[in-house]
């Protein structure tokens, strides 16, 4: 077994649940101001079949600022 000292358990990180919020509030703030398109034409994501689905090439996105 790994040695895992803050990753779990009584002596998790502190910062874990900050971080966490941090997060949620930047992508919540990003999705209410934005809308979000598909990249340009011939962009669109190559996948990789594994245990999950992975994007080979990355997944591009374009924002567009909302009007209200």
Avoid: D, H
């Avoid at 966490?20 to 398109?37: D, P, Q």
């Avoid at 990249?39 to 996948?47: A, I, K, M, N, S």
């Amino acid at each position: 077994m790994a040695f895992v000292p803050y990753s779990a358990g009584p002596r998790n990180c502190i910062g874990f649940r900050y971080a966490w919020m941090a997060m949620k509030t930047s992508l919540s703030n990003i999705l209410r101001n934005y809308e979000l398109l598909p990249g340009e034409p011939g962009t669109e994501p190559q996948f990789k079949y594994r245990i999950v689905t992975e994007s080979a090439n990355g997944v591009k996105l374009r924002l567009k600022k909302r009007k209200n």
